[in-house]
């Protein structure tokens, strides 16, 4: 009875380890295609997307378009959010990994 419970419980946590690569998977690759940085504005409502590459500062000229402006802080909120369930995501896996290791 206990064997049978045990098989029972790794089948679950083996499915839902797989669910959770498929999701760390689809949000890395949702990530991969946002801009990343901050917004900075500087002289006369001038707008500058600044990040790092390769260790160096860069800095993408926006402009003042505003429906362009706001369009990039949508997107940089959007990659926010989905970093943070990303990481999520990562210490869910840890521990779906350390439950796998025990039930071994």
Request: proline fraction near 1%.
């Amino acid at each position: 009875m206990m064997m049978v419970i045990i098989m029972i419980i790794d089948s679950v946590v083996r499915n839902e380890a797989l669910r959770n690569n498929k999701m760390i998977q689809q949000y890395e690759n949702l990530i991969s295609n946002l801009p990343k940085g901050s917004l900075i504005c500087r002289k006369n409502e001038y707008y500058y997307l600044k990040y790092r590459k390769n260790g160096k500062v860069c800095d993408d000229y926006v402009g003042k378009d505003k429906e362009r402006i706001s369009a990039i802080k949508e997107q940089l909120e959007q990659r926010k959010h989905y970093e943070k369930m990303l990481s999520a995501l990562k210490q869910e896996q840890k521990v779906i990994n350390k439950i796998l290791g025990g039930l071994l």
